[in-house]
């Protein structure tokens, strides 16, 4: 799993209830990616961490909350989700601080919202 | 802010040619240019990252070069095989120091056998 789990992997959800997907790493990294892959738009940064309680928004955070606690888990939540949140979600780590590293992929969360 | 654009976004080739794809970038302070593959079902994987200091990396079959004036950046898979159909992403950082990584929108690769 290269040290990057994503949990659940595949969720069906009502429009309009909240939901919680989990990034899980084993290995300290400080950054961490959240973010959707939609057909024709490739991959877009909805929220990012750079360390406990540090989280920032990226270009499609309407709708979405991140927590990070631990250094280990870094959580997004659809506060109240909709149709348009139906995609594959996403979590990266990134294996380095001090200048710009490839990311670590998890495995995906496929979401479908009814 | 940065941009990157992809292209083509489809690449259909014979097995044993050899496939090109180039993304092209808004800022001329980016400095690393790495590529995924995302093959059908599964997560995106790092394939070849070059930074700004070298013009060409090589590994095997594949090649990223590295325009800085143009501000473009190829990837090359020479001798394709089947295994190579894919969807290819290329990335750049923005947001300075933070170094978080914007994607081009993708080329679906198929090579036919």
């Known amino acids: 799993d290269a040290g990057i789990t994503q949990s659940p992997r595949h969720k069906v959800t009502e429009t309009g209830t909240p939901v919680t997907l989990r990034c899980h790493q084993t290995?300290?990294?400080?950054?961490m990616y959240w973010y959707r892959q939609d057909p024709g738009h490739g991959l877009r940064l909805i929220h990012y961490s750079y360390g406990v309680k540090d989280t920032d928004k990226g270009e499609v955070s309407d709708g979405y909350s991140v927590s990070r606690s631990k250094t280990e888990d870094f959580l997004l939540t659809l506060e109240s989700a909709t149709s348009s949140q139906t995609s594959v979600y996403f979590c990266a780590i990134r294996r380095g601080d001090r200048r710009p590293y490839g990311y670590t992929f998890g495995s995906g969360t496929r979401l479908t919202v009814v | 802010g940065e941009n990157v654009e992809q292209h083509p976004s489809t690449l259909s080739v014979q097995e044993g040619d050899s496939a090109v794809i180039k993304c092209t970038y808004s800022?001329?302070?980016?400095?690393?240019f790495p590529w995924y593959k995302q093959e059908l079902g599964k997560r995106p994987q790092l394939i070849i990252d070059i930074r700004s200091n070298v013009g060409e990396k090589k590994d095997q079959r594949i090649a990223v070069t590295l325009n800085k004036t143009a501000k473009h950046f190829s990837l090359h898979i020479t001798e394709t095989q089947p295994e190579d159909s894919a969807v290819y992403f290329c990335a750049v950082p923005y947001g300075g120091s933070q170094g978080n990584l914007i994607f081009g929108k993708g080329t679906k690769l198929s090579v036919k056998p």
């Open positions: 290995e300290n990294h400080r950054y």
């Open positions: 800022d001329s302070a980016s400095n690393y």
